[in-house]
């Protein structure tokens, strides 16, 4: 009988441990999606893309006046330059509007350009913004014209050309900028050729163009002294910028409300057309 022997481990030659799969290291091994942070707790669409919140209820409130607001009711809230020092009119005119037309177009652009804007700034910032360019826009109407104004467009305006100022601050981190101002501009060009065409076929032009300029002339003012910047190499041309246009608000402002106040004082309260209302 023979001994039993016992079986060899087989070794490997030199040749064959060049071939051998080394073993998987932990920081080797792919993390599954449930350990991905990215993929674990995925931000729902509205975290992603939060609606313009401000400016949608803001929205709600034009439309429900609109339905409700009677000849009372809006000759308490509608802007009239003979009556400058009630300040809440520089902002109630904005819920006031004329027809369903009116109140639509300007819900319709205000909330998509808020949309975009609210996304990458503050959206108190952005709501501050659009009042800040309707009370503008209503002083600057006056300056114009000393009429009545009803309509939220001032605002609507300084919401349009203030994405300007968000690309200005925010230059090399905005994607798409070119199409952005061609966006602007094509929007803002329709709107002064349809004016054009309104005011040459019409005796009476109940179009406030002091509002449209003033407000979108505020949005871009505002826009530079309010809007943050995410461009850390553009600190320093920002902050130049910050205080150049901070100067040029407060000489602006001096003057509106220095001419609105001379307006009054040198024009008769009968000379006021305070019986015709401008929409904006």
Same mark, same amino acid.
């Given at each position: 009988?023979?001994?039993?022997?016992?079986?060899?481990?087989?070794?490997?030659?030199?040749?064959?441990?060049?071939?051998?799969?080394?073993?998987?290291?932990?920081?080797?091994?792919?993390?599954?999606?449930?350990?991905?942070?990215?993929?674990?707790?995925?931000?729902?669409?509205?975290?992603?893309?939060?609606p313009?919140?401000g400016?949608l209820?803001?929205?709600?409130?034009?439309l429900?006046?609109?339905?409700?607001?009677?000849?009372?009711i809006?000759?308490?809230?509608?802007?009239?330059?003979?009556?400058?020092?009630?300040?809440?009119?520089?902002v109630?005119?904005?819920?006031i509007?004329?027809?369903?037309?009116?109140?639509?177009?300007?819900?319709?652009?205000?909330?998509?350009?808020?949309?975009?804007?609210?996304?990458?700034?503050?959206?108190?910032?952005?709501?501050?913004?659009?009042?800040?360019s309707?009370?503008?826009?209503?002083?600057?109407?006056?300056?114009?014209?000393?009429? &009545?104004?009803?309509?939220?467009?001032?605002?609507?305006?300084?919401? &349009?050309?203030?994405?300007?100022?968000?690309?200005?601050?925010?230059?090399?981190?905005?994607k798409?900028?070119?199409?952005?101002?061609?966006?602007?501009?094509?929007?803002?060009?329709?709107?002064?050729?349809?004016?054009?065409?309104?005011?040459?076929?019409?005796?009476?032009?109940?179009?406030?163009?002091?509002?449209?300029?003033?407000?979108?002339?505020?949005? &871009?003012?505002?826009?530079l002294?309010?809007?943050?910047?995410?461009?850390e190499?553009?600190?320093k041309?920002?902050?130049?910028?910050?205080?150049?246009?901070?100067?040029?608000?407060a000489?602006?402002?001096?003057?509106?409300?220095?001419?609105?106040?001379?307006?009054?004082?040198?024009?008769?309260?009968?000379?006021?057309?305070?019986?015709?209302t401008?929409?904006?």
């Amino acid at each position: 009988m023979e001994p039993k022997t016992q079986a060899a481990t087989p070794e490997s030659t030199t040749e064959e441990r060049h071939c051998l799969v080394p073993p998987l290291n932990s920081s080797m091994v792919p993390p599954s999606a449930s350990q991905r942070p990215e993929l674990s707790n995925p931000k729902p669409w509205y975290r992603q893309y939060p609606p313009p919140f401000g400016i949608l209820l803001t929205s709600v409130l034009q439309l429900i006046m609109y339905g409700v607001a009677t000849d009372k009711i809006e000759r308490i809230l509608r802007f009239e330059p003979n009556n400058h020092t009630e300040a809440w009119r520089y902002v109630t005119y904005m819920f006031i509007h004329r027809n369903l037309f009116h109140v639509l177009i300007n819900v319709v652009i205000q909330c998509l350009f808020a949309f975009t804007l609210e996304k990458y700034q503050n959206r108190l910032l952005v709501l501050t913004l659009y009042f800040g360019s309707g009370a503008i826009g209503a002083l600057s109407s006056s300056c114009v014209r000393p009429d &009545l104004v009803v309509g939220a467009s001032a605002g609507v305006y300084g919401l &349009l050309i203030s994405n300007l100022s968000h690309i200005a601050l925010n230059y090399n981190s905005t994607k798409y900028k070119l199409w952005a101002v061609l966006t602007v501009i094509i929007i803002v060009a329709s709107d002064a050729t349809f004016y054009l065409i309104y005011a040459r076929n019409q005796e009476n032009v109940i179009i406030s163009e002091g509002a449209h300029i003033g407000g979108g002339i505020a949005g &871009l003012i505002l826009g530079l002294l309010l809007y943050r910047s995410k461009d850390e190499e553009s600190k320093k041309r920002n902050r130049f910028i910050f205080w150049s246009i901070f100067a040029i608000f407060a000489i602006l402002m001096s003057l509106l409300v220095a001419i609105n106040f001379m307006i009054k004082k040198c024009t008769p309260a009968h000379r006021l057309r305070v019986s015709y209302t401008y929409v904006c």
